[in-house]
């Protein structure tokens, strides 16, 4: 059972667009979110996060918005850059196994085009 | 934060053997998590490194397979036994910080 789903294996967007990532879960117990970026053989990279009382949190360039009746948050990279190219897990964690524990997602391979 | 050391980089196995990878952290932390990602696949959690008692597994996976060692509060091995092709994957290491989770570059694995 995928409890953190990540729909579109890849996503490709041009230099200085907006690219948007989306994750859905269905666990409600939930209530912590993160985002990791990863390159080829290296581990995954922390973005950013959001918590359950708050719907949008934001960091630079990357913003990451939180729908919780949808069950759904999304990552917002603005503008594009070509280093931004790799695949990005969206990750979830609760209550379960003292909020340690993280479920990823299948990861989006976004590649930013010139 | 914090930087975790994560050895081997990658091996190449003969079925039926084992692999121990090592992971060190710079600083001293309660637990350590040792996850897989298979090919086209999500980062699964394995198990759950306590030091000074036994790991705590994830449903499939199981301590004959995949034994784990906690020495002390900066290091934790885990050995991926009797391997298959079906355990290449990506192993990594990692350790939570107060909002998120730190991984090691991850350890490649292919069994041939």
């Known amino acids: 059972d995928q409890q953190v789903k990540q729909n579109s294996p890849s996503l490709s967007v041009q230099e200085g667009r907006i690219s948007i990532l989306n994750c859905d879960y269905t666990?409600?117990?939930?209530?912590?979110f993160l985002w990791y970026k990863k390159y080829p053989a290296e581990g995954p990279t922390f973005l950013i996060s959001?918590?359950?009382?708050?719907d949008k949190n934001e960091d630079g360039r990357f913003t990451v918005f939180l729908n919780k009746s949808a069950k759904h948050l999304s990552l917002h990279i603005v503008p594009s850059q070509p280093g931004d190219s790799a695949v990005y897990f969206c990750?979830?964690?609760?209550?379960?196994?003292?909020?340690?524990?993280?479920?990823f997602g299948t990861g989006t391979q976004l590649k930013v085009e010139l | 934060s914090a930087v975790i050391s994560q050895k081997p980089s990658r091996d190449i196995c003969q079925r039926g053997t084992s692999l121990t990878i090592q992971c060190q952290v710079d600083?001293?932390?309660?637990?350590m998590f040792w996850y897989r990602q298979q090919p086209g696949q999500s980062l699964t959690l394995i198990a759950t490194?306590?030091?000074?008692?036994?790991?705590?597994?994830e449903s499939g996976f199981v301590i004959d397979k995949f034994p784990i060692s906690r020495p002390n509060l900066t290091f934790s091995t885990l050995t991926v036994s009797n391997m298959s092709p079906e355990d290449s994957s990506i192993y990594l290491c990692?350790?939570?910080?107060?909002?998120?989770?730190?991984f090691g570059q991850g350890t490649r694995l292919t069994v041939v």
């Open positions: 990692s350790v939570r910080g107060d909002t998120e989770a730190f």
């Open positions: 666990n409600s117990m939930f209530d912590y």
């Open positions: 959001i918590s359950s009382i708050k």
């Open positions: 990750a979830a964690s609760g209550l379960t196994g003292g909020g340690n524990k993280l479920t």
């Open positions: 600083s001293q932390v309660t637990m």
């Open positions: 490194a306590n030091q000074g008692s036994e790991a705590t597994y």
